[in-house]
């Protein structure tokens, strides 16, 4: 046997051994530090616009796909232009409402507190994202505060002029709905309340572009821009949920009007 083939039956199994060894650590460096995640947003179904006691609101519904490597998803926030006059509306997420539909109103099956997720690639991530008002709450805590117990004071005023049928009869939603066009009518609270919300008024017809940001850990922020537009009559209706927000407040039943609108491109 020559030295040459020596040297190759001595060294050449711990040379594979060595080779396969740092291609097992180059494969993993390129996974680690080489090759990024990218985080895709898939729209479904319609834009829903809303407001309410959460102030001016929009549902999401999309999907959320991952190429390449897992993903910590730790926030989505989303912000709102209207085009006419560049006024801006900042959104925080607030829940994520269920995609199955029941009842004759379709209202969500389930609602959950909005909270990071994790996504992996191959197991897309099935959202419908609420967001709602960053300030309404604070802004307006006081006023709602006043009405309750306006309300509360007047419906205690009421209780001897009805007797003893009182607490049964507020169980009828028209009875209820007669004592509040009458309370809300003469309630200087009521009546300023009201016009703070129509006065503040964020969704007027005209066009607006919506911007998505998705915050995560292993990546800088991921913007996702669509535009939608708002008719005159459905600012009308939007508006009316004004005076259902204030009969909420007092814990009375309603049921709010919304708006649905395709997700479209900006141009």
Avoid at 39 to 58: D, Q, W
Avoid at 136 to 146: E, L, P
Avoid at 191 to 210: K, M, P, Q, T, V
Wanted: some cysteine.
């Amino acid at each position: 046997m020559t030295d040459f083939q020596e040297f190759i039956d001595k060294y050449l199994a711990h040379t594979i051994g060595v080779i396969a060894l740092v291609q097992v650590w180059l494969i993993a460096a390129w996974n680690k530090w080489i090759i990024k995640p990218k985080i895709e947003f898939h729209p479904t179904a319609n834009i829903e616009i809303g407001f309410s006691t959460f102030g001016s609101t929009v549902s999401l519904p999309g999907a959320i796909r991952l190429l390449n490597k897992d993903i910590f998803v730790s926030a989505m926030r989303l912000k709102i232009v209207r085009v006419a006059d560049r006024s801006e509306h900042e959104f925080t997420w607030r829940a994520f409402k269920s995609n199955k539909l029941t009842g004759p109103s379709l209202v969500p099956e389930n609602v959950e507190i909005a909270s990071s997720f994790t996504v992996s690639p191959g197991s897309p991530k099935i959202l419908n994202v609420f967001f709602a008002s960053e300030n309404f709450s604070d802004r307006y805590a006081q006023h709602a505060r006043a009405i309750q117990t306006a309300w509360s004071a007047f419906l205690q005023a009421k209780q001897p002029v009805y007797g003893e049928q009182f607490a049964t009869q507020l169980n009828d939603p028209l009875f209820v709905d007669e004592l509040f066009s009458e309370f809300s009518s003469q309630n200087n609270v009521v009546l300023d309340f009201h016009a703070s919300l129509n006065n503040r008024f964020f969704w007027h017809s005209g066009e607006y572009l919506i911007e998505l940001k998705v915050s995560s850990a292993q990546l800088s922020d991921q913007i996702y821009t669509w535009s939608l537009c708002i008719t005159e009559q459905e600012e009308i209706r939007l508006r009316s949920n004004a005076a259902l927000t204030i009969k909420e407040v007092c814990k009375i039943s309603v049921v709010y009007e919304f708006v649905y609108k395709p997700y479209m491109k900006v141009a």
